[in-house]
């Protein structure tokens, strides 16, 4: 999962896949995905089901791709249903499909059109002679098992609980997959008692097990409005990724000293020379365009921009947030304690942090909007 406040907003269950540094966030909720956190930056584009077209209200899955991947590298596959998002992948080591998945806990309707998705196009999801087929299923599959749970939390194995989980048991094992987050990881904490179980998962085809470099639940990174742990993977996979130029920082710029640098390139000849024919006019134009150019790679920092990069943030919001993650590490250590006071001081912190998100990012909008000219406006708009 991203660490940017924005990818973290009203979020309640996240995986994010990683392969050579690219990143690929999934999204699962079990109601409408909400507006507010499926309007990515531009560093990210937003992939919908196929099915959301038809009925938005009903969007249970949301994948979000890192712009800088090569759209020649990805494509979207059809699935018929909105809580399945498939997209692939591909490069020279073959292709890989990823299942963003929500599951619903009372029935197995999208267990059962994996299965039978798996078996009408078996031919494309099998390695062939000329290239490898990676397959993740991942998500949200709200099933409880003593192979992946605590075995020790009887509670949770009802039988119908046992019956739900082996009608996905079977589905894996059909499809040739196997677990790559490790069983007894605690992903998700229960609202009413405070305990904690599992119903996140990651399947991987047997084959693709050696290309997985770590495949984690990031416990200090418990976003504030959530009640899943994301979970971070990580593939040796390379992706064709498009360049990105460096900016330069402009607003960061030691202007008296920008200017004694360019007057210097140009000489007090230059400055003081009347200019008398367009001949003389154009030389001059270009002896200072090309003056500035040079200054500007001399004098001005590279900004570097990154997903996390806002306008509003402050180094008060990064200490915030360095503290709420500290909180929830230790919050999440003491999981199977509920009365522990740091469950308690992890609620106040995030509490707090939310606040003062909000609150910067409101303020520093109106303060734009009552300082924007006529361009800027119709930019907002």
């Given at each position: 999962?991203?660490?940017?406040?924005?990818?973290?907003?009203?979020?309640?269950?996240?995986?994010?896949?990683?392969?050579?540094?690219?990143?690929?966030?999934?999204?699962?909720?079990?109601?409408?995905?909400?507006?507010?956190?499926?309007?990515?930056?531009?560093?990210?584009?937003?992939?919908?089901?196929?099915?959301?077209?038809?009925?938005?209200?009903?969007?249970?899955?949301?994948?979000?791709?890192?712009?800088?991947?090569?759209?020649?590298?990805?494509?979207?596959?059809?699935?018929?249903?909105?809580?399945?998002?498939?997209?692939?992948?591909?490069?020279?080591?073959?292709?890989?499909?990823?299942?963003?998945?929500?599951?619903?806990?009372?029935?197995?309707?999208?267990?059962?059109?994996?299965?039978?998705?798996?078996?009408?196009?078996?031919?494309?999801?099998?390695?062939?002679?000329?290239?490898?087929?990676?397959?993740?299923?991942?998500?949200?599959?709200?099933?409880?098992?003593?192979?992946?749970?605590?075995?020790?939390?009887?509670?949770?194995?009802?039988?119908?609980?046992?019956?739900?989980?082996?009608?996905?048991?079977?589905?894996v094992a059909d499809a040739?997959?196997?677990?790559?987050?490790?069983?007894?990881?605690?992903?998700?904490?229960?609202?009413?008692?405070?305990?904690?179980?599992?119903?996140?998962?990651?399947?991987?085809?047997?084959?693709?097990?050696?290309?997985?470099?770590?495949?984690?639940?990031?416990?200090?990174?418990?976003?504030?409005?959530?009640?899943?742990?994301?979970?971070?993977?990580?593939?040796?996979?390379?992706?064709?990724?498009?360049?990105?130029?460096?900016?330069?920082?402009?607003?960061?710029?030691?202007?008296?000293?920008?200017?004694?640098?360019?007057?210097?390139?140009?000489?007090?000849?230059?400055?003081?020379?009347?200019?008398?024919?367009?001949?003389?006019?154009?030389?001059?134009?270009?002896?200072?365009?090309?003056?500035?150019q040079n200054v500007i790679?001399?004098?001005?920092?590279?900004?570097?921009?990154?997903?996390?990069?806002?306008?509003?943030?402050?180094?008060?919001?990064?200490q915030m947030r360095k503290?709420?993650?500290?909180?929830?590490?230790?919050?999440?250590?003491?999981?199977?304690?509920?009365?522990?006071?740091?469950?308690?001081?992890?609620?106040?912190?995030?509490?707090?942090?939310?606040?003062?998100?909000?609150?910067?990012?409101?303020?520093?909008?109106?303060?734009?909007?009552?300082?924007?000219?006529?361009?800027?406006?119709?930019?907002?708009?």
């Open positions: 999962m991203n660490k940017s406040p924005t990818c973290q907003h009203n979020l309640l269950s996240s995986n994010k896949l990683t392969s050579m540094n690219i990143d690929i966030l999934v999204i699962q909720e079990p109601a409408m995905i909400n507006k507010s956190c499926s309007i990515a930056s531009k560093e990210w584009i937003s992939v919908y089901p196929t099915m959301h077209a038809t009925n938005p209200k009903k969007t249970r899955s949301l994948t979000l791709v890192q712009a800088q991947i090569s759209t020649d590298s990805w494509n979207q596959l059809d699935f018929p249903s909105s809580n399945v998002m498939v997209v692939q992948l591909s490069g020279t080591w073959g292709k890989l499909m990823i299942f963003n998945i929500y599951n619903e806990g009372k029935c197995n309707n999208t267990i059962n059109l994996l299965t039978k998705y798996q078996k009408d196009n078996h031919w494309s999801l099998e390695s062939s002679c000329i290239s490898a087929a990676h397959q993740i299923w991942l998500g949200d599959f709200n099933r409880h098992h003593p192979y992946w749970d605590d075995p020790r939390d009887s509670r949770l194995f009802t039988d119908a609980a046992m019956g739900a989980a082996e009608a996905l048991i079977e589905a040739g997959l196997d677990m790559a987050l490790p069983g007894g990881i605690p992903t998700y904490c229960h609202n009413v008692t405070k305990c904690w179980s599992r119903l996140d998962h990651v399947f991987i085809t047997e084959m693709s097990t050696s290309t997985v470099i770590a495949c984690n639940a990031l416990t200090d990174h418990r976003g504030i409005n959530t009640n899943h742990v994301p979970i971070l993977t990580e593939l040796n996979l390379g992706i064709a990724i498009s360049k990105v130029k460096p900016i330069p920082n402009l607003r960061d710029i030691n202007w008296e000293e920008f200017c004694k640098t360019l007057a210097n390139h140009l000489g007090p000849d230059q400055l003081e020379e009347q200019i008398t024919s367009q001949r003389q006019l154009d030389k001059r134009c270009s002896s200072l365009t090309k003056a500035i790679c001399k004098q001005v920092p590279i900004i570097v921009i990154t997903p996390k990069l806002k306008h509003w943030w402050t180094k008060e919001l990064t503290s709420v993650n500290k909180l929830g590490r230790q919050s999440y250590l003491f999981c199977d304690k509920p009365e522990h006071v740091v469950h308690n001081q992890h609620k106040e912190a995030k509490k707090s942090y939310k606040g003062n998100l909000e609150y910067n990012r409101k303020h520093h909008w109106r303060d734009w909007l009552k300082k924007a000219d006529e361009p800027d406006i119709w930019m907002a708009n």
